[in-house]
């Protein structure tokens, strides 16, 4: 008699461990992050915008993390190096290579934009107080992590021991796609993009079975996008060293959303997953554990 929730080799189905992960994740998310709101509203007071998200930042990484070692040592029996979040050997090398990707697909970006539009670049970094500055710059740090564990970790991970590695980028894309509608002047082609950013990161991290190279890239696009540059970043401003003033189309450079909202985002995000998957890495050096026996979810 097939079981609901063991498979063929009396494993638990892909589908109870993904829901092991979620089980683990919101709560120690709502915990943690009413932790930090009563230990730091004593303290620095919670009415500045960038504290709360900073906090919101932490107390997200914090539970993504739990909850990838979590499933790591509890449900599957494997080092982290297996789920790709160690430091397993070549992590750093693959770090590098995706932060010059994402710096590359910036460069590509601004190009883009002084092609189609008009694009001045002012010098705003003496309008951002250094400790706002440093704030944000550990937002992005953490948030980049927070993203990466859960929609290029273990649940992306899982799901392609269930359904395929091409069903479960896309419905995990789908998904951080989807949870970026709300965003300031959000649009659906915002949304696709964002989607289409997904599937270029999830390669990132199929091709090396690597969490590094994905967030190396995912980093250097919020950070040089918004920081450095000046975009909007997916609809939210940043204090940024430049403060990028474009003029032009709309469905082309994305207007108030930056550029991730309009047609040139889709071409950079395109050749970002191209060269996601030709740029040369390293992949990790474990075995397939998580993905052997594909379909026996």
């Known amino acids: 008699m097939t079981s609901p929730f063991f498979n063929s080799n009396n494993e638990l189905r892909s589908g109870w461990k993904f829901a092991a992960f979620v089980v683990i994740l919101l709560p120690v998310w709502v915990a943690i992050g009413f932790a930090l709101a009563v230990i730091f509203a004593a303290t620095i007071g919670l009415g500045n915008p960038l504290y709360t998200l900073a906090l919101n930042a932490l107390a997200s990484s914090i539970a993504a993390l739990v909850a990838t070692v979590f499933v790591a040592r509890i449900v599957e029996h494997v080092p982290l190096q297996v789920l790709g979040a160690g430091f397993q050997a070549g992590w750093s090398g693959n ?3 995706g932060i010059v990707l994402g710096g590359g697909l910036i460069l590509f970006t601004m190009l883009g934009a002084m092609f189609i539009g008009e694009t001045h670049l002012e010098w705003t970094a003496s309008q951002a107080p250094m400790n ?3 704030m944000t710059l550990g937002i992005l740090i953490v948030a ?5 564990l859960v929609f290029r970790g273990y649940p992306l991970q899982i799901l392609i021991k269930g359904i395929g590695p091409w069903r479960a980028i896309l419905v995990m894309s789908c998904v951080f796609g989807l949870l970026h509608a709300q965003n300031p002047n959000s649009s ?3 949304v696709f993009n964002t989607i289409v950013a997904g599937v270029m990161l999830s390669l990132a991290y199929w091709r090396t079975r690597s969490l590094w190279f994905s967030y190396g890239l995912h980093l250097a696009w919020n950070v ?13 401003g940043v204090a940024s060293l430049w403060t990028a003033r474009v003029m032009g189309s709309t469905a082309l450079l994305g207007g108030e959303y930056g550029p991730e909202g309009g047609l040139l985002g889709t071409i950079v995000f395109l050749v970002g997953a191209i060269a996601a998957w030709r740029i040369p890495v390293q992949r990790i050096n474990y075995d397939d554990r998580i993905y052997k026996d594909p379909g026996a979810g």
């Open 132 to 134: 706002q500055m440093a």
């Open 188 to 190: 659906r082609l915002g």
């Open 95 to 97: 770090l590098k290579t």
């Open 224 to 236: 040089g996008l918004g920081m450095v540059v000046g975009f909007p970043l997916s609809g939210l």
């Open 144 to 148: 980049a992590a927070f993203e990466e």
